[in-house]
């Protein structure tokens, strides 16, 4: 076992080929890569450090319709931006619970994304804001929604050579609410029971006129219960509407027993939750 | 090996510093700072809490190389150039906040970053800054009061 | 600010502590050392067919591995109670993570890579007893070889260590208009120390030995070290820096022996220190069973009280077999009652052999006791808290036969706890409350010296072997020698941590050394002022009776007064020099009393809380959280209140979500911080209130008594009191988590 080599590129296209390496290993906040490294889960040959790179500069900008967060935006950035607190209040719940400060400070939401935890805070939120990732590697830069970008537990679209470059969410073209939820057993540094995160937007008749769900800590990976969305989309909100949409939600997902929680358990709060998070993403729409 | 250029506490290095090396033991061992402890080694505690370019973060996530060009504070620079202890020291010290101690130059950063950009927290917002700190001894509370203290607001009671 | 007694002067060593600078063993420099990794299993019980070290030892950096036949021949054992524990694993491994072998490197990295090369050549071994009901079958494996337990051990052949009946009364007449018979559950927690432990070795010219250790009670660390290396004590030096948190887990000897052998071996010191996940591995509560019987009349005075008591001890004993017989000695509380029988046992498991933690046994029986008598309650109509002052002892009563009487204003002490929580307030739907009382007793034996020594210019230095992990020791020694011989608190040094420095103090633990160690202060400062009276009368030419030296001041026959700082330096005249004041607690203890003897004092302790329940999801949130406790005096007001709120913290903590989960194979699946939360800054209940009883109705000096460990004694039935008040669901297993209320709950519909 030999000791690690540890380079800085600053141009992506050199991040690239040193990606193409296949004991190379992209390291942005640490925060995961370097948790399993100290237990010894991970030992790249090649660390490529990813902070360096011009392309993915922390930056949060309103480009075309979006509003795109680089890949080395970190969630303390995030969680204060006004662009972001004001369109998409379920990203700062959500960047808010992640870790600590400590962490929020270094953790980067590409890297939280590219991580693929089932139990992670943000993809939820991602997959209910209809987020995009940005990704660039050997072949070119593609653009693919977060529901495909995960693929299954821990898992990713990403090929071996690329990189998360960017994540991009659509701005609501209607009064829009969102909001995250996260159960677990103590108040911070909590990795979820059951976290969940609901979209809405509401037309001129108050109808809803989009609708996005995402659950974590359900499944292998983070998911987007459709059925739920499509008992939203076009009615008038109601809590008796929320409620089938969290029954429905809770009919796809397929929770395990673990060390946090038992599947029977996790099964029964996702319609509570979801029926939750709706409502506040209503009151937040009807404000707006 | 990799050169970095890192300030610590107002003072210039150049080191050589191996790929695999954190910066908790770079400044535990090369520099002898043994504020900064280790304890869990995985983000969960806080008690490696130093402060970079004015934020906290745990220092057993960071490689040294990542440092070049940072600027890193730790708990040994709290104290005044004439040796004196700073506001949040002496707060600490009054407010009896330090028990065995371990967890306390973690707090300190914590609270040091905290106190530099918001002058004037509420006690929610120093419970959020400082959550990432564990401490097994305090009910957690005589030190929170300990940085509203420092800052120059009410704590319990309201006083000051 | 004057640093006396009743006041709350900073603490001693704190500036230290804000600065950073404060070293813990871990922190300290050793020039040449050598570091050491310890070699375990990823199951608990296996038996252990061959060590390869050759890909070890071929490791750059690696200059040993030890083994078994490192060691001397038989495998030496210690423990507190029973020489049980090797050093290195023999033939089986007995829990998840007992040392089989033990790397020897250049650095701390080289023996981590070195020690995932160590080649175990071992066969996992079925039917591993992790539960009390395991450890009850008589057809499971032994988790100790007959062959170690003690000569004519009638259970050797059972994984029962022993068994601690205690009786009075007459519980087969005994009758009740109304009993409850419940079965609670408490599981493995660990002290969670922020330090992890730490051990150095360094061995001296002459063959003897200096270790640096976070041991709690560096005189016992010291009298292992020499029964197992063979050295006279004279020659084995500990040094016993402020640990970082202590909380029991670090009072016993863990890997020093092992340290030392591997220091002697190279002749270069040794070093190592334990990774958070090891000290799971290494420490941990003892986890109970306890079936509780209780017996009351309509208007619920208690009448009986039974208890089924089965401690799941770990591999080893420590002083586990302690805990449990001291502890189940008062599980029926500090109450009245006239029939008890409490059969209490240490049953032997295959898990991290537990040692002392903050309550000594008294947490896991008020769980049970306490939670029987708020559903006798329920069932009779009656206020809990009317219930307990019922039955309550009061001042001076033999509550336990043959035993110190009760030893303080108990009722006052609940009486206050109900007035802070406002009991009896109305209160908002999904809101409850719930109040209940721990008692534990304090030391029953004990030895402390302590050496004061008032200099020239009247500065003082004080010795006392206790151990300052966090209690704030040192502060309270030093308020004792400011308030006896009117030293300013700035001109006190005091040295702990060194038993070539400090006279011989047993140990540091059930909350004694306020008294103890405090009266040994105490005593030393009157062996210093007596002492002054013969010189200072005999620079006057006066008789020793007719001069005063008294708080802090000199009074000679003509009345004037001089404090004694300056009384000393011109009482020394030419020749300089110092007073030597020593001073000692002895007690003595009574070997036919069942627990070695009388408690010296008792902790008595109320907890009080509000919660709110999320019915849907079971979320439980403390909104209000008081904590009472007997204090006697509060020496610094200030380190009171710090520790009993953190205590209630720690208590909150294994109420609300702490637990060791073991899988089927025994190993410990959540090693560290992630998995095994502890509170953080967020969970602190929004309100949290603590307060003292002060009577001065206690053993030591101004009337004081042991604190520290009273602050979770009660907090779990508090709080499951609480949470049925709030929404009905009765929880009789800990931690009382969200999934667990909304089973509850659900199983209610």
């Given at each position: 076992m030999s000791a690690p080599t540890y380079e800085r590129p600053s141009q992506l296209a050199d991040a690239i080929e040193l990606m193409e390496r296949r004991e190379a290993r992209a390291l942005a906040g640490g925060t995961d890569l370097a948790v399993a490294m100290r237990h010894g889960k991970a030992d790249p040959g090649l660390i490529v450090d990813l902070k360096g790179i011009a392309e993915m500069a922390p930056r949060i900008e309103r480009i075309d319709g979006f509003v795109e967060i680089s890949a080395n935006t970190v969630m303390t950035d995030i969680e204060r931006d006004p662009h972001v607190q004001a369109l998409f209040p379920a990203l700062v719940e959500a960047a808010q619970v992640v870790g600590s400060v400590q962490i929020r400070n270094r953790a980067t939401l590409a890297g939280n994304l590219a991580n693929a935890s089932p139990a992670a805070d943000t993809p939820p939120a991602l997959l209910a804001l209809d987020a995009e990732v940005s990704v660039a590697g050997r072949e070119g830069s593609r653009v693919i929604p977060v529901d495909d970008f995960l693929v299954g537990y821990r898992a990713t679209d990403l090929g071996p050579s690329e990189l998360i470059t960017a994540v991009r969410l659509p701005e609501p073209l209607e009064p829009a609410g969102s909001a995250f939820l996260k159960l677990g057993v103590?108040?911070?540094m909590e990795i979820s029971i059951v976290c969940v995160a609901a979209s809405l937007t509401l037309g001129a008749d108050g109808a809803i006129t989009s609708a996005g769900v995402g659950l974590g800590s359900v499944a292998p990976r983070a998911i987007r219960p459709r059925s739920a969305e499509a008992i939203l989309l076009g009615n008038p909100p109601s809590p008796e509407l929320f409620a089938r949409a969290g029954v429905a939600a809770g009919d796809e997902s397929s929770p395990i027993d673990d060390l946090r929680a038992g599947a029977e358990y996790r099964r029964a709060m996702v319609p509570v939750l979801v029926r939750r998070a709706l409502g506040k993403a209503l009151e937040r729409a009807l404000a707006s | 090996m990799t050169h970095i250029d890192v300030q610590v506490n107002g003072e210039d290095w150049g080191l050589d510093v191996e790929a695999g090396t954190y910066l908790l033991e770079l400044l535990r061992d090369r520099m002898q700072l043994t504020g900064a402890k280790v304890c869990c080694l995985e983000g969960e505690c806080g008690a490696c809490t130093v402060v970079i370019d004015g934020k906290s973060v745990n220092?057993?996530?960071?490689?040294?190389?990542?440092?070049?060009g940072a600027k890193i504070t730790t708990v040994e620079a709290l104290s005044r150039s004439d040796g004196n202890l700073d506001g949040l020291q002496t707060a600490f010290l009054e407010k009896a906040a330090a028990q065995c101690g371990f967890c306390i130059p973690g707090q300190l950063m914590a609270a040091h970053a905290l106190l530099e950009t918001n002058h004037e927290p509420t006690k929610a917002e120093v419970r959020e800054a400082l959550a990432g700190n564990l401490c097994?001894?305090?009910?957690y509370e005589q030190i929170v009061e300990a940085v509203l203290a420092a800052a120059g607001l009410p704590g319990k009671g309201g006083e000051s | 600010m004057s640093g006396m007694i009743g006041d709350s002067p900073p603490r001693v060593g704190g500036p230290e502590r804000v600065r950073g600078t404060l070293e813990y063993v871990a922190d300290i420099r050793f020039g040449d050392a050598l570091h050491v990794k310890l070699v375990t299993l990823d199951v608990a019980r296996a038996r252990i067919d061959s060590i390869d070290t050759s890909r070890a030892e071929s490791v750059d950096g690696v200059v040993s591995v030890f083994t078994p036949e490192d060691l001397p021949s038989p495998m030496p054992r210690f423990g507190p109670q029973f020489h049980d524990r090797p050093l290195l694993a023999t033939g089986e491994t007995k829990y998840h993570g007992e040392p089989v072998a033990a790397v020897v490197a250049e650095t701390p990295e080289a023996a981590a890579r070195a020690a995932a090369l160590v080649s175990v050549g071992h066969l996992p071994l079925d039917g591993g007893v992790f539960t009390v009901e395991a450890a009850l079958d008589p057809s499971s494996p032994l988790v100790q070889d007959p062959s170690i337990r003690g000569p004519g051990d009638p259970r050797a052949e059972s994984n029962v260590l022993s068994e601690h009946r205690f009786e009075w009364g007459d519980m087969e007449s005994a009758r009740a208009d109304h009993v409850v018979d419940q079965t609670y559950n408490f599981p493995m927690v660990t002290q969670f120390a922020i330090e992890p432990h730490a051990f150095v070795a360094v061995p001296d010219d002459g063959g003897g030995v200096e270790v640096w250790s976070s041991v709690q009670h560096p005189f016992l660390l010291q009298k292992v070290l020499s029964q197992i290396l063979d050295l006279p004590l004279s020659r084995v030096r500990v040094h016993a820096p402020d640990?970082?948190?202590?909380?029991?887990?670090?009072?016993n000897p863990k890997h020093e022996a092992l340290v030392a052998f591997i220091a002697l071996h190279h002749g270069r010191p040794a070093r190592l220190v334990l990774s958070l996940g090891e000290t799971f591995q290494t420490v941990r509560r003892t986890s109970a069973r306890i079936r509780a019987r209780s017996g009351f009349l309509s208007d619920g005075t208690i009448v009986f009280q039974e208890f089924v008591s089965d401690f799941l001890i770990g591999a080893y004993v420590d002083i586990a077999d302690r805990v449990t017989g001291k502890s189940n000695y008062l599980a029926a509380g500090p109450y009245r009652v006239p029939n008890v029988r409490i059969v209490a046992r240490a049953l032997l498991s295959h898990t991290t052999p537990s040692t002392a933690m903050r309550g000594f046994g008294a947490p896991q029986l008020s769980w049970a006791r306490e939670a029987n008598i708020d559903q006798a309650a329920r069932e009779l109509g009656l206020d809990p808290l009317q219930i307990r002052l019922t039955n309550l002892a009061r001042h001076g009563e033999q509550f336990v036969p043959n035993e110190t009487p009760a030893d303080g204003q108990w009722e006052e002490v609940l009486r206050r706890t109900a007035d802070l929580i406002d009991w009896g307030a109305p209160l908002p739907e999904g809101r409850g409350r719930g109040l209940a009382v721990g008692l534990k007793s304090g030391p029953t034996t004990g030895l402390s010296y302590a050496t004061v020594r008032l200099l020239a210019d009247g500065s003082s230095l004080i010795f006392a072997g206790t151990s300052d992990m966090g209690q704030g020791a040192r502060t309270i020694f030093a308020q004792i020698v400011a308030e006896e011989l009117g030293v300013t608190h700035d001109r006190i040094t005091v040295v702990m941590g060194d038993t070539t420095r400090v006279p011989y103090d047993q140990q540091t633990s059930a909350s004694r050394s306020s008294v103890l160690m405090g009266t040994a202060v105490y005593n030393a400062c009157q062996d210093i002022r007596s002492r002054l009276a013969v010189l200072v009368a005999g620079k006057h030419g006066a008789d020793p009776e007719s001069v005063t030296v008294e708080k802090g001041t000199v009074t000679l026959p003509d009345g004037t007064t001089t404090p004694i700082p300056e009384a000393i330096g011109v009482t020394l005249g030419r020749l300089g020099g110092e007073i030597i004041g020593n001073g000692e607690m002895r007690v003595e203890g009574d070997p036919d009393h069942p627990l070695g003897g009388r408690a010296v004092f008792f902790e008595l302790h109320c907890a009080a809380c509000e919660v709110e329940i999320d019915t849907e999801t079971g979320e439980i949130e403390v909104t209000r959280y008081v904590t009472v406790g007997d204090v006697g005096k509060a020496l610094n007001p200030l380190q009171v209140a710090g520790q009993d709120e953190g205590a209630a913290i720690m208590g909150l903590g294994h109420t609300l979500m702490e637990r060791m989960i073991l899988d089927g194979s025994g190993r410990i699946l959540n090693m560290g911080a992630v998995d095994y939360r502890i509170l953080t800054h967020m969970d602190v209940p929004e309100v949290m209130i603590s307060d003292s009883i002060e009577n001065a109705d206690g053993p030591g000096p101004y009337g004081i008594k042991g604190v520290s460990e009273g602050g979770l004694l009660a907090t779990s039935p508090a709080v499951a009191a609480a949470v049925t008040s709030a929404s009905g669901a009765v929880i009789r297993d800990l931690p009382i988590t969200p999934e667990r209320i909304w089973r509850a709950l659900q199983s209610r519909l």
């Open positions: 103590r108040k911070a | 220092s057993c996530l960071i490689l040294a190389a990542e440092t070049d097994r001894c305090a009910g | 640990p970082g948190g202590g909380f029991g887990g670090k009072q």
